[in-house]
């Protein structure tokens, strides 16, 4: 069965260093997301993307970070310079169409951890 | 504004009793809901879906969900619950930008199941 991949499953940074998490979408999927789970917290939307743009953003996403496609294959979140409380569990997630009924497939996510 | 409350942090019943997750909305229109499960160390898994015609909705692994409109409810249940079960559960609402391509998730703050032998 098709599924949303995630590396690292977990990355520990320095305060102020870049980082780059990647996700490996389902294959036939067209629209991507970006979503974030602070420890204790519910899981917030960050970016949603398609056709090679950012189609919604929240506020949560500042100019510290930034998606890419940068093959037909990968889907990146880097955020340039990590703080404190970028601390968070951050979900890849991808569908196959637009629209509410159309299920969100989440990958396993990436555990960051900024010192 | 759009938002989903879970007033269960965490619950727990034992193996073979029924169990009732509450979740309500706040949406202007007719909402897409979605309910997820998060096993420790895995993704979120979607369990089942509503967005229009009958209001009870069945999903995988023996799930059910209601939705009531005048309670701006969404409420899963299950007849008799398994020790696989324990998990975190995640109610959501679709939600769009006007003319946007993409609908996000608005989650709820979870509910935590254990299940007792």
């Known amino acids: 069965e098709p599924e949303v991949t995630q590396t690292p499953s977990h990355q520990v940074t320095q305060m102020g260093q870049e980082v780059i998490l990647r996700c490996v979408p389902i294959?036939?999927?067209?629209?991507f997301y970006w979503y974030r789970q602070i420890l204790g917290q519910k899981v917030e939307f960050l970016v949603s993307?398609?056709?090679?743009?950012?189609?919604?953003k929240s506020e949560i996403f500042d100019d510290q970070f930034s998606v890419e496609r940068p093959d037909g294959s990968n889907f990146t979140l880097k955020i340039r310079s990590t703080k404190l409380e970028d601390s968070a569990m951050y979900f890849c997630?991808?569908?196959?169409?637009?629209?509410?009924?159309?299920?969100?497939?989440f990958g396993p996510g990436t555990r960051l951890t900024v010192l | 504004a759009q938002s989903v409350t879970q007033p269960d942090i965490h619950i727990t019943v034992s193996e073979g009793a029924s169990l009732e997750l509450r979740c309500n909305y706040s949406y202007g229109a007719t909402p897409y809901l979605f309910w997820y499960v998060q096993s420790p160390g895995q993704g979120l898994q979607l369990l089942l879906k509503?967005?229009?015609?009958?209001?009870l909705v069945q999903g995988i692994k023996g799930f059910e969900a209601e939705f009531k409109r005048s309670q701006s409810s969404f409420n899963l249940r299950k007849p008799s619950v398994h020790w696989s079960d324990a998990a975190e559960y995640f109610c959501a609402v679709g939600a769009s930008q006007y003319g946007g391509a993409t609908n996000k998730l608005i989650f709820g703050t979870g509910t935590l199941l254990a299940v007792q032998p």
């Open positions: 997630a991808s569908s196959s169409g637009r629209g509410g009924h159309n299920e969100q497939f």
């Open positions: 993307f398609y056709n090679n743009e950012i189609s919604e």
């Open positions: 294959s036939n999927h067209l629209y």
């Open positions: 509503y967005f229009s015609g009958d209001t």
